[in-house]
């Protein structure tokens, strides 16, 4: 399976999607879809980009040349916390911690 192929099947299920409420969002067919995804089509550049655009995330990630789904544009804005390898208590930590600065700051 090619690495597009992957990140598709991936982010259509961590956003809790199914393939027709993703083609019809992607302005394609369940049936293209499911071939990317199985790797019995490829896609081409055009339709990478829309995905890469719709999900908010950068071709690179997409493509599987880089782990970091952040785009460019979310880069260049603001430094971004990739929590992908914590657990939800991690998260649920770090959420809290950025929650008390941020009222540190508005009190101040």
């Known amino acids: ?7 598709l099947r991936e982010i259509r299920l961590l956003n809790k999607m199914t393939l027709d409420e993703l083609a019809i969002a992607l302005n394609t067919t369940k049936t293209t879809l499911s071939r990317y995804e199985n790797n019995k089509r490829t896609a081409d550049s055009d339709f990478i980009i829309a ?3 719709y999900f ?3 071709t690179d990630y997409m493509l599987g040349l880089s782990n970091n789904p952040l785009n460019v544009d979310d880069l260049l804005s603001k430094s971004r916390i990739v929590v992908d390898d914590l657990s939800d208590t991690d998260i649920s930590t770090v959420n809290s911690i950025v929650e008390e600065l941020r009222s540190k700051q508005l009190s101040s």
Not at 1 to 7: D, G, L, Y
Request: hydrophobic fraction near 30%; charged fraction near 25%.
């Open 51 to 53: 995905t890469a655009k």
């Open 56 to 58: 908010s995330v950068s």
């Open 1 to 7: 399976m090619n690495q597009f192929s992957k990140r």
